[in-house]
Nanobody, 124 residues
Framework: QVQLVESGGGSVQPGGSLRLSCAVS????????IAWFRQAPGREREGVSC????????YVIDSVKGRFTISRDSAKNTAFLQMNNLKPDDTAVYYC?????????????????WGQGTQVTVTS
C-alpha cells in the first residue's frame, strides 16, 4: 500500500525556517519523482517544487527560488522541503505527491499518490 506522510509543518515568524518531510512507504523513492504543492485559504493548489527520480534534478517556482530547497534521502525513503526566509504569503497547507517514472512535472494531475498535508503558518 502506497503511503506518503508529511510532517514538519508549524507556525513561524516571518524570516523563520521549517523543514518539511515526506516519508514514503509502498514504493522505492529512487524510481519516483516527488513534488510539493501548497494550497492557501481561498486559493487554488499550486506546485512549489519537484525532484526527479534517481537523478535528483530539481525545480522550484520563482516565488520561492533561493528560499526553498527540495531534496531526497534514498536510504530513508524520504523527501524534504527546506524552507528558509519564510513570508506570510507562504502560509498554506503543503502536500507532497509522488509519481513513477523519469519525468517530474509540476502538475497535480500527473501525480497519483498524495499525502494528507501539513499546515505551515507564517505570522508575526
Amino acid at each position: 500500500q502506497v503511503q506518503l506522510v508529511e510532517s514538519g509543518g508549524g507556525s513561524v515568524q516571518p524570516g523563520g525556517s521549517l523543514r518539511l518531510s515526506c516519508a514514503v512507504s509502498g514504493f522505492t523513492l529512487d524510481f519516483y519523482a516527488i513534488a510539493w504543492f501548497r494550497q492557501a485559504p481561498g486559493r487554488e493548489r499550486e506546485g512549489v517544487s519537484c525532484i526527479s527520480n534517481s537523478a535528483g534534478t530539481t525545480y522550484v517556482i520563482d516565488s520561492v527560488k533561493g528560499r526553498f530547497t527540495i531534496s531526497r534521502d534514498s536510504a530513508k525513503n524520504t523527501a524534504f522541503l527546506q524552507m528558509n526566509n519564510l513570508k506570510p504569503d507562504d502560509t498554506a497547507v503543503y502536500y507532497c505527491a509522488g509519481k513513477y517514472g523519469t519525468t517530474w512535472p509540476l502538475k497535480e494531475a500527473e501525480y497519483p499518490y498524495w499525502g494528507q498535508g501539513t499546515q505551515v503558518t507564517v505570522t508575526s
